[in-house]
């Protein structure tokens, strides 16, 4: 394979697609993170009645016909939905495109769950005869269901994939699209990530047998990361899908660009299966500077991942402190507080959240934190009033889930 030039090695966002809690694309998701605008409220789950989460409110008839819906899945439609605005956002016509050269890398925390509740929920009704079991049921659960099923929707015949990362998903949706640019597999790639958790009843039943289910009489105010009166974490749905390309060919076609990834890593904290580890956050956060070539000084805006849990929160705070507590230019804040846990989403919808900064220097702060836990105490954290700052050249996203993994995200404002 030919040396590539240097633009080439380049990669860049040039279209941005969501479903969030409090808003179906860039423009109104950011105007509700300035705003301070919650997106949580009341929601039925079976067997448990009303409990608290993050449900999207989008048109899933604007890219799926009825009969389309009814045979796919929930975090196919939210992905559809995602991967459409994403490339209308760039102004690419996609029949000009050559649909074989486009990939899907979409990040999830789990799949299939959702569709075998339902299913066993339909059969009980009929003694759990399974002759009334869904002749849908195998294409709906298979792994690579969201991806597979924006394939079908787009005509797009290059390679597809769901990732499965637990809550790093987003961030690791976004890092596979960029790998496989880097690899010339593709020449566009859709990448990110999607939850359809909020369907699952057994998704709030572990996290409430787990005592880390997020309660309050306020439905608003319930998602506190870092405060001291937090109790968990509120279940999201939503997605983010962002389109990539190399920068020779986004600046080909005069495309609109958000910003370049300039770093990222992934690891592994191989010590329990819910609890994380500070050293390995730490390692995960220096793989990712050192692939930018730049040091902690140099980042201006850092996105947590705090998910309002007694034990996550202070580890996270404990690492930031580490890598940048010397370096107090730093802003910080957290998008969970408004939108909950959008899980395999979340560090792509996070991501997204933050880009607009690049363009307008403020910093969308954490809402909800009255009172600050005094183990998770930060150099400039953004506390529930946006900030206005004179300078955002790199922001850093951080994306950490179950079984250990961790993921980090370093973007940079574009410059040739």
């Given at each position: 394979?030919?040396?590539?030039?240097p633009?080439?090695?380049?990669?860049?966002?040039?279209?941005?697609?969501?479903?969030?809690?409090?808003?179906?694309?860039?423009?109104?998701?950011?105007?509700?993170?300035?705003?301070?605008?919650?997106?949580i409220?009341?929601?039925?789950?079976?067997?448990?009645?009303?409990v608290?989460?993050?449900?999207?409110?989008?048109?899933?008839?604007?890219?799926?016909?009825?009969?389309?819906?009814?045979?796919?899945?929930?975090?196919?439609s939210?992905?559809?939905?995602?991967?459409?605005?994403?490339?209308?956002?760039?102004?690419?016509?996609?029949a000009?495109?050559?649909?074989?050269?486009?990939?899907?890398?979409?990040?999830?925390?789990?799949?299939?769950?959702?569709?075998?509740?339902?299913?066993?929920?339909?059969?009980?009704?009929?003694?759990?005869?399974?002759?009334?079991?869904?002749?849908?049921?195998?294409?709906?659960?298979?792994?690579?269901?969201?991806a597979?099923?924006?394939?079908?929707?787009?005509?797009?015949t290059?390679?597809?994939?769901?990732?499965?990362?637990?809550?790093?998903?987003?961030?690791?949706?976004?890092?596979?699209g960029?790998?496989?640019?880097?690899l010339?597999?593709?020449?566009?790639?859709?990448?990110?990530?999607?939850?359809?958790?909020?369907?699952?009843?057994?998704?709030?039943?572990?996290?409430?047998?787990?005592?880390?289910?997020?309660?309050?009489?306020?439905?608003?105010?319930?998602?506190?990361?870092?405060?001291?009166?937090?109790?968990?974490?509120?279940?999201?749905?939503?997605?983010?899908?962002?389109?990539?390309?190399?920068?020779?060919?986004?600046?080909?076609?005069?495309?609109?660009?958000?910003?370049?990834?300039?770093?990222?890593?992934?690891?592994?904290?191989?010590?329990?299966f819910?609890?994380?580890?500070?050293?390995?956050?730490?390692?995960?956060?220096?793989?990712?500077?050192?692939?930018?070539?730049?040091?902690?000084?140099?980042?201006?805006?850092?996105?947590?991942?705090?998910?309002?849990?007694?034990?996550?929160?202070?580890?996270?705070?404990?690492?930031?402190?580490?890598?940048?507590?010397?370096?107090?230019?730093?802003?910080?804040?957290?998008?969970?507080?408004?939108?909950?846990?959008?899980?395999?989403?979340?560090?792509?919808?996070?991501?997204?959240?933050?880009?607009?900064?690049?363009?307008?220097?403020?910093?969308?702060?954490?809402?909800?934190?009255?009172?600050?836990?005094?183990?998770?105490?930060?150099?400039?954290?953004?506390?529930?009033?946006?900030?206005?700052?004179d300078?955002?050249?790199?922001?850093?996203?951080?994306?950490?889930?179950?079984?250990?993994?961790?993921?980090?995200?370093?973007?940079?404002?574009?410059?040739?």
């Amino acid at each position: 394979m030919a040396a590539r030039k240097p633009n080439e090695a380049r990669i860049v966002i040039t279209g941005i697609g969501l479903a969030a809690p409090n808003g179906n694309n860039l423009t109104e998701f950011r105007k509700s993170l300035l705003a301070g605008k919650s997106g949580i409220q009341k929601f039925n789950v079976r067997y448990m009645g009303d409990v608290l989460a993050g449900i999207c409110h989008f048109d899933p008839l604007k890219y799926q016909k009825k009969k389309e819906l009814r045979r796919g899945t929930r975090a196919g439609s939210i992905a559809i939905y995602c991967a459409q605005e994403a490339i209308a956002d760039t102004k690419l016509d996609l029949a000009c495109l050559d649909k074989s050269r486009i990939g899907v890398y979409l990040g999830i925390t789990e799949h299939g769950t959702v569709e075998t509740e339902n299913e066993i929920y339909e059969i009980k009704q009929f003694d759990y005869d399974v002759k009334y079991w869904s002749h849908h049921h195998n294409p709906r659960v298979v792994a690579n269901n969201p991806a597979g099923e924006v394939t079908l929707n787009m005509g797009i015949t290059g390679p597809h994939y769901t990732l499965g990362a637990a809550c790093a998903g987003g961030n690791i949706g976004l890092t596979q699209g960029l790998q496989m640019l880097l690899l010339n597999e593709v020449d566009l790639a859709l990448g990110g990530g999607v939850s359809e958790s909020t369907g699952s009843f057994g998704i709030f039943a572990g996290f409430k047998s787990e005592g880390a289910l997020a309660s309050h009489p306020d439905p608003e105010r319930a998602c506190r990361p870092f405060d001291k009166d937090r109790n968990g974490v509120v279940v999201s749905e939503g997605g983010c899908t962002f389109v990539l390309e190399r920068l020779s060919d986004a600046l080909k076609r005069g495309a609109k660009i958000y910003s370049e990834i300039v770093g990222y890593s992934i690891n592994s904290d191989a010590t329990d299966f819910i609890f994380p580890d500070k050293e390995r956050q730490i390692q995960c956060i220096k793989l990712a500077l050192n692939k930018a070539g730049i040091s902690p000084e140099d980042i201006d805006i850092i996105n947590t991942h705090g998910t309002g849990t007694i034990e996550g929160d202070p580890v996270e705070c404990q690492a930031i402190r580490e890598l940048f507590g010397e370096y107090p230019h730093a802003y910080i804040n957290n998008t969970k507080s408004f939108i909950g846990h959008t899980m395999g989403a979340a560090g792509a919808l996070e991501l997204a959240g933050n880009l607009p900064s690049f363009e307008d220097y403020i910093v969308h702060p954490t809402i909800n934190l009255d009172h600050l836990d005094p183990e998770c105490p930060l150099n400039n954290l953004v506390i529930n009033e946006p900030k206005k700052i004179d300078k955002v050249d790199y922001i850093l996203n951080n994306s950490f889930g179950m079984l250990g993994i961790n993921s980090v995200v370093i973007v940079k404002r574009f410059k040739e």
